[in-house]
């Protein structure tokens, strides 16, 4: 059964921190994992990961994969208040994307 | 046997027209999703319903109109196409009305072209 789990699941952190949260997947005829962010309703995009190794950046978040060890990591530096909500990793397959249950950030001033 | 399915899959139409994409899920879901893929293939989406009911609504213009007759059906209208409206149109489906946690299925998607 394909799964992706997300930890931790929630965080607290003080502006100015730098966060890691991670997430690890079986899914089968992987194709990509997604770094997603939930403030409202829909999710916004953040980075798409294909092959191992490779970080993407974007600012203060950047993210990598790890197709042997079946995981990526985001890390979001420098964090501001901001930032706080709720980030989803989802895994692509064969015609669907698995999500995982998310990690709520939150950052205190 | 095919979970998400959306009709048509290539249409090419002329600027100023009308056009409709069909899309039907036989799994039993009750959340129905229209993404756009945009030219990094990225999906964005759209709109979502959930029993028939609007529960997300991107900034979509108002041309486009989602209209979900039943919780199996979710179709998508399109009025006075544009050029930039080219794109391919994925109908999607869950089990529940929230990506969290969840899994959510694909058709195989509406390549759109206009010209």
């Known amino acids: 059964e394909d799964k992706v789990v997300q930890s931790p699941l929630s965080l607290v952190v003080h502006e100015g921190d730098t966060v890691t949260l991670n997430c690890s997947y079986e899914v089968t005829n992987f194709r990509s994992l997604l770094w997603y962010k939930q403030e409202k309703k829909a999710p916004t995009f953040l980075f798409m990961l294909?092959?191992?190794?490779i970080e993407k950046k974007s600012g203060r978040l950047s993210s990598i994969l790890d197709k042997k060890e079946l995981f990526s990591i985001l890390n979001i530096t420098a964090t501001q208040t901001g930032d706080s909500a709720v980030y989803l990793c989802a895994v692509g397959g064969s015609k669907k994307l698995v999500f995982g249950k998310g990690t709520k950030l939150t950052v205190n001033p | 046997d095919t979970a998400v399915s959306q009709t048509p899959k290539y249409l090419v139409t002329q600027m100023g027209n009308d056009k409709s994409i069909k899309c039907e899920q036989n799994l039993g879901h009750d959340t129905m999703y229209w993404y756009k893929q945009d030219s990094k293939k990225f999906l964005k989406i759209m709109f979502s319903?959930?029993?028939?009911?609007?529960?997300i609504n991107e900034t979509v213009p108002n041309r486009f109109s989602p209209k979900s007759p039943d919780k199996a059906h979710l179709n998508l209208h399109i009025n006075s196409l544009e050029l930039g409206d080219s794109a391919v149109y994925f109908c999607?489906?869950?089990?529940?009305?929230?990506?969290?946690?969840?899994?959510?299925?694909f058709g195989e998607g509406s390549w759109l072209t206009v010209v």
């Open positions: 999607a489906s869950s089990l529940e009305g929230r990506v969290s946690g969840n899994t959510i299925y």
């Open positions: 294909t092959s191992s190794g």
């Open positions: 319903y959930n029993n028939k009911e609007l529960i």
